[in-house]
């Protein structure tokens, strides 16, 4: 399994933007499918985003297209995600995964501990 350590959460304000990083170790990195998602308080974890490890095709939830942008730099082992026009509802605990192609993101095997993200109002 690969190892994943995310980074760049914060603390911003409603309209500002964030990018989330999600470094790997492990030597086939750039095999898997990675993805993001998030968990709010009190909430069900929620897919964000996915990209794959070939064509690096990408796939998002209805409620961050055109907001958010995955992408992968498998030179660096590192998948991103960069966060603009933030609300208050993208408010979660966000967590990088990493997965086997065609494998959906719930059986993925290695995930992150997790970054905080919040948006004031």
């Known amino acids: 399994q690969v190892q994943l350590v995310e980074s760049g959460g914060g603390l911003v304000q409603a309209g500002g933007s964030l990018r989330l990083s999600c470094a790997a170790s492990?030597?086939?990195?750039?095999?898997?499918?990675m993805a993001w998602i998030r968990q709010a308080l009190g909430k069900e974890r929620e897919f964000v985003a996915t990209?794959?490890?070939?064509?690096?095709?990408?796939a998002y939830a209805d409620s961050v297209k055109g907001r958010f942008t995955i992408s992968r730099e498998n030179a660096k082992n590192t998948v991103y995600l960069q966060m603009n026009s933030l609300k208050p509802e993208d408010t979660a605990v966000y967590y990088c995964?990493?997965?086997?192609?065609?494998?959906?993101?719930?059986?993925?095997?290695?995930w992150g501990q997790g970054t905080q993200v919040t948006v004031s109002s």
């Open positions: 995964g990493a997965g086997q192609t065609g494998s959906h993101w719930s059986e993925f095997g290695s």
């Open positions: 492990g030597r086939t990195f750039s095999r898997y499918v």
């Open positions: 990209i794959g490890w070939s064509d690096g095709t990408t």
